[in-house]
């Protein structure tokens, strides 16, 4: 009994010792402890200095980046926009330009912007039409997580302050040989921003909508968007980030 006992312990000794196998080897400056799929130590090899052994300087500060998700701390964006009015159903009143706007990161996932626009303005009611030049400077707040390898949406609030200028016009006059008389002036805009930007390849493309209302500073005796071109507009927009 006592050599039937003995065996028991031997052989539960064996197979405990190979379960217990453990190979070790050596990855870089380090030591491995590897007993199986997710069972593992590793260590600082013995008498290894990371700094002599990747050539770094002692005030070198090592920080590990995700290519993935490397955020766009600043760029120019450039693009081109249509709106369209709706304050009036009769009234026929788009708008045709383009943009181009600093964008800077001043928080994570917020964004300041502020550029330059160029519109041309066509409104028309009747035999009426009117042709503005628009130029703006918009300015907004935008929460995105902007990246050139990753696709995000956007959502922003601004204002646009613009100048505008009758181009030309085309009406029937009240008095024959009577010349259509002509606006300038400012006005402001509130404008709210939702889209997104798309990688195409190795362009990062801004795709979105925005809806604004205007409001005339230079009324005078007629306020030319109240009364013609419209005060709330709806448009798209699609540019480029570099």
């Keep these: 009994m006592k050599k039937f006992f003995s065996m028991i312990a ?20 380090y030591e491995v402890d590897y007993k199986g799929s997710g069972d593992y130590k590793f260590r600082l090899r013995k008498g290894v200095d990371l700094y002599e052994y990747f050539g770094l300087k002692r005030d070198t500060t090592i920080q590990v980046v995700d290519s993935n998700h490397a955020l766009i701390k600043s760029g120019i964006q450039i693009g081109i926009n249509m709106e ?3 304050s009036n159903k009769s009234r026929h009143s788009n708008v045709y330009g383009v943009n181009g706007s600093w964008k800077q990161s001043i928080g994570k996932g917020v964004y300041l912007n502020g550029g330059l626009s160029l519109g041309m303005a066509i409104a028309t009611i009747g035999i009426q039409k009117y042709n503005l030049m628009e130029v703006g400077v918009p300015l907004s707040v935008e929460l ?17 302050p613009s100048f505008y200028s009758t181009m030309s016009t ?39 909508f925005f809806l604004r209302y205007k409001i005339n500073c230079s009324t005078k005796d007629y306020d030319l968007y109240y009364q013609l071109m419209g005060l709330t507009f709806f448009g798209a927009n699609v540019g480029l980030v570099f």
């Excluded at 031997?10 to 400056?29: C, H, I, K, M, R």
């Excluded at 990246?147 to 959502?155: F, I, N, T």
């Design 144 to 160: 995105s997580n902007i990246s050139k390898e990753k696709a995000s949406l956007y959502g922003g609030i601004g204002v646009v």
């Design 10 to 29: 031997f052989l539960a000794f064996s197979v405990s010792g190979f379960a217990q196998d453990v190979d070790n080897f050596e990855v870089g400056p």
């Design 84 to 86: 369209t009015c709706l």
């Design 170 to 208: 085309k009406y029937e006059p009240e008095i024959p040989g009577e010349e259509p008389e002509k606006y300038s002036g400012l006005y402001i805009a509130p404008q709210l921003d939702l889209g997104g930007y798309i990688p195409v390849g190795k362009q990062l493309v801004r795709v979105g």
